[in-house]
Nanobody, 118 residues
Framework: QVQLVESGGGLVQPGGSLTLSCAAS????????MGWYRQAPGKQRDMVAV??????IYADSVKGRFSISRDNAKNMVYLQMNSLKPEDTAVYYC?????????????WGQGTQVTVSS
């Protein structure tokens, strides 16, 4: 019954902007920490941005360009992406987890494709 559904991906030119959305259901959204991860073909899934009670962390490669936010009333988390580069091309995944409970399993969405190309 738990679902995380990403949307907003697509094809964008270098230097462009895109906003990703993640809709959560089946969980007590407000008590979960949230994050965005990405995975390019043949590469490992890497953290992009994470928002927890301990603070917000961004990957060095996206600092100053990406911004994570959430709306607890709507059970939504967003990733605003600006100044996009070809190396940002990947499948982007939404993650719900409990940072203070390190040995519990997180929930993952199915991902949304972001392609940055001319």
């Amino acid at each position: 019954q738990v679902q995380l559904v990403e949307s907003g991906g697509g094809l964008v030119q270098p230097g462009g902007s895109l906003t990703l959305s993640c809709a959560a259901s089946g969980i007590m959204f407000s008590i979960y920490d949230m994050g965005w991860y990405r995975q390019a073909p043949g590469k490992q899934r890497d953290m992009v941005a994470v928002m927890t009670s301990a603070g917000t962390i961004y990957a060095d490669s996206v600092k100053g360009r990406f911004s994570i936010s959430r709306d607890n009333a709507k059970n939504m988390v967003y990733l605003q992406m600006n100044s996009l580069k070809p190396e940002d091309t990947a499948v982007y995944y939404c993650k719900a987890f409990r940072a203070r409970f390190k040995y519990t399993s997180p929930y993952w969405g199915q991902g949304t494709q972001v392609t940055v190309s001319s």
